[in-house]
């Protein structure tokens, strides 16, 4: 059998140790970046691992039992990553997103949950506080979810079609599992529950009107996410993106909508409701209508590294100051400059290039979404 390289799962990604400033200033809450975009919102992945492997995300070929996961010894520690947390709930950061990866996957991640949400902001508000997750071990770890302090969860869910859904998650997992940990989620009180629906067109996009019946008048939100070219391993194709626009057209033909205004700023969903009054829908178009002019998200791998965009192909290793001994005041002092250089716009500039030069030139080296979360 010829020999297989398996990389440093370590140093898969380059990132560079941040400098700490020799006279650090104490956070301003008031940070902004380049394109003059505050930091808000920190996505925190809290584990590499996933048991799905949607062929969008982790496909198997790629992510098969060769693949290197991250060693235990590189993950944050609950305590390293609710430190980090509160230095970015010091330079203005108001939501709290813990995703993956699988995060239910992360043993006791209701540890770090309660920790979380003990945090406050400057003013003593506590901070709105989500996870991400497929849904499969949901139902059973609800309520101790609920009980540590989470307040909402995002579903994922692609079809309402066994078979689709068996197909798409690619381990044969039963859609009946994901529908009772929504309901679960719903009687615990982890509501308003969100349902993220990835369309691939010639895959899914059959399923769009009857999951919108299924979710309508359940106090559950169904956003439509368009297909993205994140990481180097889904074999990304423009056409199997189903554009948001059809979307709101293949719903309109059964339903009467309309659209809402944007609830608070950064809000990647553009909202659409029942005329009826039966709810409301989403759809994020990250490919079609890029909307990195308000993108206040920062993201933090499993491994302590600072993403500034879901396409960045460069991290900024904190966990190198977390664990090298420096100060509370230093590492915050070390991150604000981070943030302040920012001027990534990923989507807008691939809306804005020919596909040769736009999304296929920086693939290669491009972060994976299960490392750095969604
Ligand atoms: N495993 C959890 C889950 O699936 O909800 C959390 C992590 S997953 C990476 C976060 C979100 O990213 C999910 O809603 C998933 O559907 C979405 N996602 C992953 N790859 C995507 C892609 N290529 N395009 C659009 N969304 C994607
Ligand atoms: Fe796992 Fe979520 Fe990625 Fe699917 S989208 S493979 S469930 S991390
Ligand atoms: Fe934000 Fe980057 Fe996505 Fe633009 S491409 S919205 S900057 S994460």
Redesign the pocket.
Known sequence: MPERVIPLADQRYAAAVPRVPEHPAAPSGLLADQLGRPLRDLRI?VTDR?N?R?G???PKEVFDKNYAFLPHSSLLSFEEITRTARLFIAHGVRKLRL?????LLRKNVEELVAQLSALRTPDGAPLDLT?????SLLARKAQALKDAGLQRV???L?ALDDAVFRRMNDVDFPVDDVLRSIERAMQVGLGPVKI???VKRGTNDHEIVRMARHFRGTGAVLRF???????AS?G?RMDEVLPSKEVIARLQSEFALEPMQPQSEGETAQRWRYADGQGEIGV?S?VTQAFCRDCNRARLSTEGKLFLCLFATRGHDLRALLRGGFSDEQIAAAIAPIWQRRDDRYSELRSAMPREQGADAAAPKRVE??YI??
Do not use: A, K, Q, R
């Open positions: 992945s996933c799905f949607c969008y995300c982790m995703t993956g990866g699988e995060p996870l991400t997750t497929n849904g995002t579903v994922s692609d993220n629906m990835v996410i368009e297909y993205m070219d994140v990481g889904n990304w994020i990250s979404m299960h979360g969604g």
